[in-house]
């Protein structure tokens, strides 16, 4: 089993509709949870952090957390074309060491 | 410089030869990473320092690949006797925060091809 798994996609969706991206995590000690982007060529960049279990809302972006299940979300709401990328969920130990699912690849058609 | 720095951006190399990869964090991040990403996949960890030490070395896939950091900022990733599967874009990061995984800030990442 791999430690964070996504569904690699692609997830299609219209411009305007709500994204909706999928995390599950093995270690019930992980600690904090990231969502990056990713765009092709482009090096990560982080858009939401989560650390207690709820919902955590920024702009049109809501992480998700539920630690019993060991599940993680994002949600985009009004989905823009420019918010294709590659989303890559991270989860964190205590100690730091930050571990990557592979990615969902996000197309958001107009 | 504002941001990580990794250098070189593009490496191509024969089977065989060694490689060195520099990463330069931001200045005052206390803890750096060093990922693989291959094409078309996820990032996978290789090795993460806290100041010059690293309290985690799982990752690196081989006794070929080792790394280094000096003065709590610079390191290198060096590979020994690179092989083709080697190939893939190497990704630093660092971080401010220490514990709980902060917020990572990458460099653009080397890109190595190895023939």
């Known amino acids: 089993q791999k430690e964070v798994e996504q569904n690699s996609g692609p997830l299609s969706v219209p411009e305007g509709a709500i994204a909706s991206l999928n995390c599950t995590y093995s270690?019930?000690?992980?600690?904090?949870f990231f969502w990056y982007r990713q765009y092709s060529g482009k090096s990560p960049e982080l858009i939401m952090f989560i650390y207690s279990n709820g919902d955590k809302e920024d702009g049109r972006f809501t992480a998700q957390l539920n630690k019993a299940s060991q599940y993680v979300s994002l949600l985009i709401r009004d989905s823009q074309p420019s918010d294709s990328a590659t989303y890559l969920c991270?989860?964190?130990?205590?100690?730091?060491?930050?571990?990557f699912g592979q990615g969902t690849i996000l197309t958001v058609h107009p | 410089g504002a941001g990580v720095s990794q250098s070189p951006s593009n490496k191509v190399t024969e089977k065989g030869k060694d490689v060195e990869l520099r990463c330069d964090p931001i200045s005052g991040h206390t803890a750096l990473y060093w990922y693989r990403q291959s094409l078309g996949q996820g990032l996978e960890f290789l090795i993460y320092?806290?100041?010059?030490?690293?309290?985690?070395k799982s990752g690196l896939p081989s006794d070929r690949f080792s790394a280094e950091r000096t003065g709590g900022s610079v390191s290198t990733l060096t590979i020994q006797r690179t092989q083709q599967e080697d190939s893939a874009v190497y990704l630093c990061a660092s971080s401010l925060r220490r514990g709980r995984g902060g917020e990572l800030f990458f460099g653009e990442g080397s890109r190595l091809t190895v023939l």
């Open positions: 991270a989860v964190g130990t205590s100690y730091g060491k930050l571990t």
């Open positions: 320092f806290q100041g010059n030490s690293a309290p985690d």
């Open positions: 270690d019930r000690g992980s600690q904090s």
